[in-house]
């Protein structure tokens, strides 16, 4: 029997054991009576504490509703559509009161996005820190079209459950702070999003050294969909490839200038949103036109594009980063082969160095599959294509799955954040091989007497801005 808080408080206030005052007699045996009914509280207290399994979702990113026990270790929940919008896929909530128990939940929804898609095989995970680390949930997963269940013997209260392993705007502002103590790294603001955070912009190359033909510039965007969190880990495994103190890290900085706007959603992060942003708008659709007002995330992107491309500028290579509901983890669609005649003699050249470019990368890591590469939604709506038709810029959206690695040796491996990182390495090799990259120090006709000039002075970098960041 559960008893509510109130009901304990009734049976201590009603209990018949409330003694006389002033006989000596009768004041012992009303010692030992509210003793029993002390210990009768402490009893009913232990065993409500036991019994009140809790959720919450009321945390950054957090998404989950309508929790209803339908067993005795059995629990239906669902969760909210994004914000202003019906899409809905990420759920991530807190239980407490069940350690030491074994749980299942059943995500109860019609119309669950993407179905059958992911959901017939991933794995949620689960976190006792507070969402520090993560582990896959203990149990196994099986869906229907409308339902997916799984379950977790949870070890601690409160313990943490999770769609996939969680890339927050919190830990990417930490992130970000990290990445900033390279020399090579500025930041700036470059917008706000529908909800007032900071749409960041990130630079990076190593401003002394300077190539005789230019440095390559290289763009990528990533979290334009809010849950898409494998983008988020393959960037983190190209940011360290291309920090880093080795051959590929200075062949990177010295031969190239990186533009990487780490979170284009971060309003929809923090909701715990699927794909939209806080005005209910899918920001990959929204390119050709964005909206200053609906979807100014991505405007604060184009105006900067424009603007460095109108001051005469180049961009080499542009990657969106994505994530895949679908089986076939990782692969990337190019550009419309309707490119520029400009840069490429037909399109079908073009087709053919964006396929060769992916077949490098399954070279660099075998678990991308280059093969499932093609062009995808030829919408200039699209991050890839507006800037492809706009600029002829080498274009491409990366996708991650959350299923297993699906390709290569590791192919029935579950897939995990390192997998996704290890993509963002492969990747960063792959840019010095395409653009045939060099360590200043290997490549001293690069380097301009004094220094030359600065690289990327154009950009207003002022460092000490106050974001809104949380
Ligand atoms: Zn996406």
Redesign the pocket.
């Known amino acids: 029997m559960v008893l509510s808080e109130e009901s304990v408080l009734c049976t201590s206030r009603h209990g018949s054991s409330r003694p006389p005052t002033g006989a000596p007699a009768s004041r012992a045996a009303g010692h030992k009576a509210r003793a029993s009914v002390l210990l009768l509280l402490f009893l009913l207290l232990f065993a409500s504490a036991q019994a009140e399994v809790a959720f919450d979702s009321s945390f950054e990113s957090g998404n989950a509703t309508g929790f209803v026990q339908t067993g005795p270790t059995a629990y239906d929940f669902t969760f909210e559509p994004d914000t202003n919008s019906s899409d809905r896929q990420w759920f991530a909530f807190d239980v407490s009161g069940a350690a030491g128990m074994t749980l299942t939940f059943r995500l109860t929804q019609t119309n669950l996005s993407n179905v059958p898609g992911h959901w017939n095989t991933a794995l949620p995970v689960a976190s006792k820190d507070g969402g520090a680390t993560w582990e896959f949930v203990t149990g196994s997963a099986s869906n229907t079209s409308t339902t997916y269940t799984f379950s977790h013997t949870f070890t601690a209260s409160p313990e943490r459950i999770a769609f996939h392993f969680p890339y927050t705007w919190s830990y990417l502002v930490s992130r970000v702070a990290e990445w900033e103590q390279h020399p090579h790294v500025t930041r700036e603001i470059i917008g706000q999003s529908v909800g007032g955070r900071a749409i960041l912009l990130l630079h990076i190359t190593n401003p002394e050294a300077v190539p005789a033909g230019g440095k390559k510039v290289f763009w990528f965007v990533t979290r334009?969909?809010a849950a898409?969190v494998t983008g988020s880990y393959l960037l983190d495994g190209l940011m360290e490839q291309l920090l880093a103190d080795d051959e590929t890290g200075r062949a990177l900085r010295d031969g190239a200038e990186f533009f990487v706007a780490p979170m284009l959603n971060p309003d929809g992060v923090v909701a715990g949103n699927y794909?939209d942003n806080q005005a209910g708008v899918n920001l990959?659709r929204v390119w050709n036109n964005p909206s200053a007002s609906t979807s100014p995330e991505v405007l604060a992107v184009t105006n900067r594009i424009d603007a460095w491309m109108a001051a005469g500028n180049r961009i080499d290579y542009f990657a969106d980063l994505?994530?895949t509901s679908g089986a076939s983890p990782h692969f990337a669609f190019h550009a419309s082969s309707a490119i520029q005649p400009a840069l490429y003699p037909t399109p079908a050249t073009y087709s053919a160095d964006s396929k060769a470019f992916l077949a490098l990368l399954e070279e660099e890591n075998p678990g991308f599959d280059a093969a499932k590469g093609s062009s995808g939604d030829t919408s200039e709506k699209l991050a890839r294509q507006w800037i492809t038709f706009k600029y002829g810029v080498f274009a491409f959206t990366f996708e991650g799955g959350y299923n297993k690695v699906n390709h290569g040796p590791n192919a029935s491996a579950r897939i995990t954040p390192q997998d996704h990182r290890d993509v963002g390495r492969a990747l960063a090799r792959a840019l010095v091989r395409r653009f045939d990259l060099q360590p200043a120090e290997r490549a001293d006709a690069w380097l301009v007497p004094g220094g030359g000039p600065k690289v990327g002075a154009q950009l207003a970098t002022p460092r000490g801005e106050t974001a809104t960041m949380e």
């Open positions: 334009q969909h898409e794909r990959n994505h994530s």
